[in-house]
């Protein structure tokens, strides 16, 4: 298992990268290398050049501004994990972080990547959608935004277009009040999760956001979450609500409904 | 006593050069020119070959079986009545059997580069039905994997006992089907060669990562039209074998070939998935099985057929029959009861054939048997410890002969069952189950038992009649000039820590300090000729060689060193490592300085053996030294969730005289770890058409450290009255028992909703299937 042959360029600006990316329609950009690694090695994906985005500073970067934080798509997920970046959500995104694969994955990875990819397990899919995040592309002529919510558009696949690089996430600060839940079932520590619930309720800012992940499609983001997620409810009325929503396996349902139903306990602690 | 003898936990020496990431394995390797190969492997389970469609521009890059002249196909014989052998042959011929086999050989500077001349070769197949299920495999009209078989049957063993009238007395009769579910082996370090022709040794070289090297040389030759002369077989650092290394792959005969070929060294190192997809399969079994038991707990009878899932081939050494060879005379475990009978088949199907893995057939037997007690106690309404209890062979009995003329050569049973029981505190987790958790989990306790016959040497293989039947084990030693002692055997360390444990037991005879004492094993131009390590037997039997010689050198290093004390030989004896006269003593160093150094100052009648030395040894029993061990655990199942957390787990386990208890329990800690992946995680599951499904680790689940319960271990030692010292085996315990106590824990668990579970691993998935089949039961 050894990747075909390819050849590798590390730009150290935006606008270079992009130039790369536009001047070969088989390259690829790679960040942390923890998905895409192993897809070279497999052989899954076959590019002439690699584009290396990690010494690039405005993808490192961190803006700070009253009512969100908008984090580079380069910085690490251990960045998170240790605080070395500043978190928005009182602690949720350094949480989500730790949960995420092991250590080794961890010091590489990347937010912007995994967004990128669109696992559809992947913790800051569901996590940043439940939050309320946006996503920044650039092209080299301009910047458009667009909700994490929305952001994945099938299995591996996003609305990111061809030639723009994936720049940053903006992540809004909940108000005070605001109450964060997340819960992950997996077989195994560091393992992909096979249900992911996210939930937000901020009723000061009129959110009640619930995300069912990890459905083997794009997150399910259902906006009226206090209408069938209580404190200790019925599992059968969060079944019926994500059934609404396609889910159908009974297994799937079942982990699904046990997630967001323990992500809204933790929420209402 | 210096403490660092027999029973001293001495630290690893071997750790030194694997804790700095010294160590050397087959991947570490590189000869001058060397090459590397990729392989073109079967896309499809079942297939004529028809061609093979190579580029013109890959001339010489490519070698496919028509290449391989005077090759011979690799073929693992027993005189077993009615078993069939098959021919393996290197690279593919006429037909394919399994997604993986090996089809062509590419060869080029690098891997990468070798991968893309394989991605170039086109394979004409004609795809034929596959044989998937081992169950389905047996009804008539079934596809046949080998069409001279007449049917997919590698073996048939069978133990015939007349359990009527043992039946006719019960008041309970309790069914079960089982099922293990194929497994995949993974060492850390997967398989890996290098070969290299020696045009002036006129001799092969082949750098394998093997833990029977002298079998794979034997193997080579015979295949290859060698001399074994011409062969010689280097096992470097061997990152985990686990039964897999013990197997002569094609790959390694393809490899020598090519080697040959091109007088050149080639290097083949096998992918993960390689590993997982084609060669390092494992364990699965299926059994039905019944239990006669009385109402006050007394087992009766039992009665079983079994199915091992052999795969497609008969693999060198050990052939197809291994596990299922077995399956009939090792079910009755550690249990005493009158009746017995069983039948078992070896099932030939379209998938990688099933190799020996850590405790061999004794996973999938172990897993049958407990389960089927648990049940039977759960009909009596008896608690398992109790019923078990009641029917074990007694430490009154021992030894003892069990109904399948097993020899159990020591051991107190109800003993170990006691203490695990006592050490889990099974009452106090009773208590707490009755109660309930504060999270809705449900709380259970299990415990499994099984013996391992280890080290089970002559008379035990004859009877199987495979290509390899172990023998007198032998040691080759010698002192050196500066007093230290170099110890040669022909069995490998796979991770065993023989190069401390080894030197333990020639200190404990020579008193020669550790430091100074060096291991040279599995290299087969430096060791004498062994089966190599397997069934828990190199300590038993390298052990037991090594002890043999050093107690031939004794009256050597006596006779030399009275007469430079000037002494008559009778008056003098070996203390620690100096020769000791009524006045003063002289060192082993001294001893040797003067038989290599000053031969002017020997004895005129010195022994011309001098202070070299081969010797043999063999138990005089040879029907193997029985381990034995009880598991017992406690966990909680969730059941919104079919997630398993284990609580507690211990292990009271009779490993004999133990050489090194540290090393031991870093053996069961190793076993565990496995035993739980068999319990909870591992599967390799395939599709109708026999494609594997789990082709990367993302989708074969291993566990983790966080996965792997802290385990408490408690020793009994009762010395084997067979062996040297009284060491037993214990290699492959720790990996037999866990799925059996921690299925039986969660069906103690999950008895209350109704729900068994007889299936490994015992997935979550799987649980949720059972309570909801049980809820909808109910509901009808
Ligand atoms: C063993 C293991 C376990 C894992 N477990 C989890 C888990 O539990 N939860 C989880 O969420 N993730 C998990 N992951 C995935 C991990 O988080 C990856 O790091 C992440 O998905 C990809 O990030 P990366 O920076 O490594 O991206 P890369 O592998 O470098 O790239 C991934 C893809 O995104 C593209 N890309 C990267 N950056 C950009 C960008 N800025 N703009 C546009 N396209 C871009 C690349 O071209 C590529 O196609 C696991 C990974 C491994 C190896």
Known sequence: MKPSSFDYAVPRTLDEAVALLNGDPAAKLIAGGQTLGPMLNLRLVQPTLLIDITRIPELTRIEETGDGIVFGACVTHAAFEDGRVPDPAGGALRRVARGIAYRAVRTRGTIGGSLAHADPAADWLSCLAALGAEVIAYDGHGRRTMPVATLMTGVFETAIREGEILEGVRVPRPSKQARFGYYKICRKTGEFAEAIGAVLFDPERGVHRAVAGATEAPPIVIEDAAAFLQEDGDLDAVKARLGEHGLTDPYSLQLHAVALQRAAMEAWL | MTGQGIGASVPRKEDDRYMRGRGQYVGDIRRPGMLEVAFVRSPLAHARLRAIHVPEALTGRVYTMDDLDGVNAIRATSTLPGYKPTDQWPLARGK????????????????????????????????????????????????????????????????????????????????????????????????????????????????????????????????????????????????????????????????????????????????????????????????????????????????????????????????????????????????????????????????????????????????????????????????????????????????????????????????????????????????????????????????????EQAAHGTSVYAAWGVPMIPGFEQAALRITPDGGLEIRVGTHSHGQSHETTFAQVAHEVLGIALEKIHLVHGDTALTPYSTGTWGSRAMVMAGGAIAAACTELVPRLLGIGAHLLQQSASAVRLDGDRVVGPEGSVSIADIARVWYLAPQDLPLDADAHGLEVTAGYKLERDTGTFSYAAHAVALAVDTDTGLVEILDYVIVEDGGTLVNPMVVDGQIYGGVAQGVGTALYEEMPFDSHGQPLASTLSDYMIPGPTEVPAVRILHMETPSPLSAFGIKGIGEGGAIAPPAAIANAINDALAPLGVEMTESPVSPHRIFNAIRAARDETAA
Not at chain 2, 120 to 149: K, T
Not at chain 2, 210 to 225: C, D, F, K, Y
Not at chain 2, 246 to 257: F, K, R, Y
Not at chain 2, 323 to 348: H, K
């Open chain 2, 96 to 451: 394919v059997r399994q997604v993986g086999e090996l089809v062509a050989m590419c060869v080029a500077p690098t891997r990468a580069e070798a991968e893309d001349v394989a991605a170039q070769i086109e394979l004409d197949l004609e795809e034929l039905p596959a044989v998937v299920d081992m169950l389905a495999a047996r009804r008539s009209g079934a596809p046949l994997v080998h069409e001279a078989f007449g049917d997919n049957i590698y073996l048939v063993s069978s133990f015939d006992g007349d359990i009527e009238s043992a039946a006719a007395r019960a008041d309970v009769k309790v069914t079960r089907e089982i099922r293990t579910a194929r497994q995949c082996m993974l060492p850390i370090e997967g398989r890996g060669v290098v070969a290299e022709w020696n045009a002036r040794l006129d001799q092969l070289t082949v750098w394998s990562s093997a833990q029977m090297p002298h079998i794979v040389r034997t193997g080579l030759s015979e295949v290859l039209n060698l001399r074994q002369a011409q062969v010689r077989v280097i096992p470097p650092d061997v990152g985990g074998g686990f039964g897999y290394k013990g197997i002569l792959l094609p790959e390694e005969v393809c490899l020598s070939w090519l080697a040959m070929r091109l007088g050149r060294p080639v290097r083949w190192l096998e992918d993960r998935r390689e590993h997982l997809t084609a060669n390092a399969n494992c364990r699965e079994h299926h059994y039905k099985i019944t239990g006669y038991a009385t109402r006050d707990g007394r087992l009766l009878a039992v009665e079983a057929e079994a199915h091992v899932d052999s795969g497609a081939y008969s693999s060198y050494p050990f052939s197809a029959c291994l596990e299922a060879g077995q399956v009939t005379s090792i079910l009755p475990g550690v249990y005493d009861f009158e009746a017995y009978r069983a039948r078992a088949y070896a099932v030939a199907t379209n998938k990688p054939p099933i190799l020996p893995y850590r405790g061999v057939g004794r996973t999938g037997v172990c897993f049958a048997m407990e389960l089927l007690i648990d049940a039977l106690a759960r009909e009596i309404g008896m608690e398992p410890h109790e019923f078990r209890r009641r029917n074990l062979v007694r430490p009154d009995q021992m030894p003892f002969e069990n109904i399948t003329k097993k020899y159990f050569d020591s051991g107190d049973y109800p003993e170990a069952l006691r203490r695990a029981v006592e050490a889990l505190d099974v009452d106090a987790w009773r208590r707490r189950q009755a109660q309930g958790e504060s999270d809705g989990r449900r709380i259970g306790v299990g415990i499994s038992m099984y013996c």
